[in-house]
């Protein structure tokens, strides 16, 4: 029983070693929110993840009390309390979740061999002209539920209707057929562009 105990006891530098691998991990995923490399395919699952992302102050406060010096857990709770009560005052306002999430949801999905295109359109309800707009992403599903993402094409200014046809040229080339949806004179226009592409996204 003394032997179990001491396997499960945490070792001196426990709490330092927590503190890295999770300062570590946070930054990681700061980095990914902002640059948006890797996503679920799940849209929600997006959003469990930044709601975890602002528990991290609170777990390395509850991590500093692990620390056997008195002077190291007033340290350590005094770094990560503002830390904290900005994640509270984040998760409270859903305007900045909303913006950490994504403000563009994803609408076609045009399905290759190696990867696919997805047009992301603000949502119906954002009906003002400085609102509207789309982006185009190369994808690929890296692994079940995950996937790698790399911006193409972002147009702020244009209402998209859908993407229509599709003509892939090679292996980097692929040509989109866009129709857009003029609102003030209440009609279609389309437009072909031209879009590098590659298998692997990035290389």
């Known amino acids: 029983m003394k032997r179990l105990f001491r396997?499960?006891?945490?070792?001196?530098?426990?709490?330092?070693?927590?503190?890295?691998?999770?300062?570590?991990?946070?930054?990681?995923?700061?980095?990914?929110?902002?640059?948006?490399?890797f996503s679920f395919v799940f849209p929600s699952f997006n959003a469990i993840a930044v709601a975890l992302f602002l528990l991290i102050p609170f777990l390395l406060i509850v991590n500093g009390f692990f620390f056997r010096r008195w002077w190291l857990k007033l340290i350590n709770f005094w770094i990560f309390l503002l830390p904290s009560l900005l994640s509270v005052w984040i998760f409270n306002n859903a305007t900045i979740i909303f913006l950490l999430i994504?403000?563009?949801?994803?609408?076609?999905?045009?399905k290759f061999k190696s990867y696919n295109i997805v047009v992301y359109k603000s949502p119906v309800w954002l009906?003002?002209?400085?609102?509207?707009?789309?982006?185009?992403?190369?994808?690929?599903?890296?692994?079940?539920?995950?996937?790698?993402?790399k911006?193409?094409?972002?147009?702020?200014?244009?209402y998209l209707d859908k993407i229509?046809?599709?003509?892939?040229?090679?292996?980097?080339?692929?040509i989109l057929?866009?129709?857009?949806?003029?609102?003030?004179k209440k009609r279609k226009?389309?437009?072909?562009?031209?879009?590098?592409?590659?298998?692997?996204?990035?290389?």
Not at 8 to 27: E, R
Not at 102 to 110: D, L, R, S
Not at 190 to 201: N, T
Request: net charge neutral; glycine share 6%.
């Open 7 to 37: 396997f499960f006891k945490p070792s001196k530098n426990q709490p330092l070693l927590n503190l890295v691998i999770i300062g570590f991990l946070s930054v990681l995923f700061l980095a990914n929110l902002i640059f948006k490399i």
């Open 102 to 110: 994504g403000i563009y949801q994803p609408e076609q999905e045009i």
């Open 127 to 149: 009906d003002t002209d400085a609102e509207r707009g789309f982006v185009l992403k190369q994808e690929k599903i890296i692994f079940p539920g995950i996937k790698l993402a």
């Open 151 to 158: 911006p193409i094409y972002e147009n702020k200014n244009h």
């Open 164 to 174: 229509e046809n599709y003509q892939l040229i090679g292996r980097d080339k692929v």
């Open 177 to 184: 057929d866009f129709v857009y949806y003029d609102v003030g």
């Open 189 to 203: 226009r389309k437009e072909s562009k031209e879009f590098q592409v590659k298998d692997f996204l990035y290389f």
